[in-house]
């Protein structure tokens, strides 16, 4: 087990990301919800049917099990998996741009889809030029 090549770092990296800003979440759902530029309300203030921290816990466990999918993937040289990331990434940057253009998420959150596209950008390119080479 071991990164062969540019597009597994390009995964590994990503994996490595998302497994940490998903603990961080399942820890401190608040740090996450700054960092997307959400107000911070303290729990105590929250109504007992709000359950944003709920959702954000649950999301970070999805950050947090993705990591670990990316790391293992890229430490296993699964190449189709390097494929099917670049498509979906780029949905990803698609609807996320569109919730911070629409009005519906703080221009803080426009982060989470360039950070997808980036990568998407990025293992594109690894694999493209990986191709060229065979």
Known sequence: MKIRDAAG???FVFGILAFF???????RP???LSVLGFEIIERAQRAP???TMVFIMAS????????IYYMLAALNDVKIFYRWTVPFRTL??????TLVISGAAPL???GV???????AIATGIALYLEGKKK
């Open 9 to 11: 770092w390009t995964i």
């Open 21 to 27: 800003l998903g603990l961080i979440g399942l820890i």
């Open 30 to 32: 608040e740090i996450v």
């Open 49 to 51: 049917s709000d359950y």
């Open 60 to 67: 970070s466990m999805a950050s947090f099990n993705i990591g």
């Open 92 to 97: 990803t940057f698609l609807v996320f741009t």
């Open 108 to 110: 803080k959150f426009i």
């Open 113 to 119: 889809g360039i950070w997808e596209f980036t990568g």
